[in-house]
């Protein structure tokens, strides 16, 4: 049997069902978080749903924005990460005039991660793999020469 994960617009159904019941959005938060374990879903969240039942919006389908969030290419970030590689995620969201979080979805797309101040590729490189090789053998070698050179009074 699948377990059942909720969508979006199902924790707001159920939210309207626990506003209705007079519980606070904090009670609704742990609810549906004990409930689901639905890490998504935060306590402000709830705070802000519960805020639009109060002024009588009970509308759970998904309202259009006023503006539609930029799309930008992932040869835009990566031009970016190139000219600089230090840039924080803020700076680069200004820069291509997202939000952090798309920004932050991006850099995990495309297998970035941020080492020593810089964004990285996750990956090693082939070189990378095999100097990570070569150190990682120097100390068997070492091992193996240090027991075979003191055994040798047999």
Not at 5 to 16: A, D, F, S
Not at 53 to 82: C, H, M, Q, T, W
Not at 125 to 131: L, M, Q
Request: glycine share 4%; with cysteine.
């Amino acid at each position: 049997m699948s377990k059942f994960e909720p969508n979006k617009r199902h924790l707001q159904e159920l939210l309207i069902y626990i506003f209705n019941f007079k519980k606070s959005a904090v009670e609704a938060h742990r609810l549906l978080v004990g409930t689901y374990n639905e890490a998504d879903l935060s306590e402000r969240t709830c705070r802000e749903w519960f805020q639009k039942f109060e002024n009588g919006d009970f509308d759970v389908e998904d309202k259009d924005s006023s503006g539609r969030p930029k799309i930008y290419e992932d040869a835009e970030l990566e031009e970016l990460l190139k000219k600089d590689s230090s840039q924080t995620q803020k700076e680069l969201a200004l820069t291509l005039e997202v939000t952090q979080q798309a920004v932050s979805h991006r850099l995990k797309s495309l297998g970035m991660i941020h080492k020593q101040g810089n964004w990285v590729p996750y990956e090693l490189k082939p070189r990378g793999v095999e100097r990570r090789l070569c150190i990682n053998e120097m100390p068997l070698a070492r091992h193996k020469k240090k027991f075979f050179t003191s055994n040798r009074h047999w």
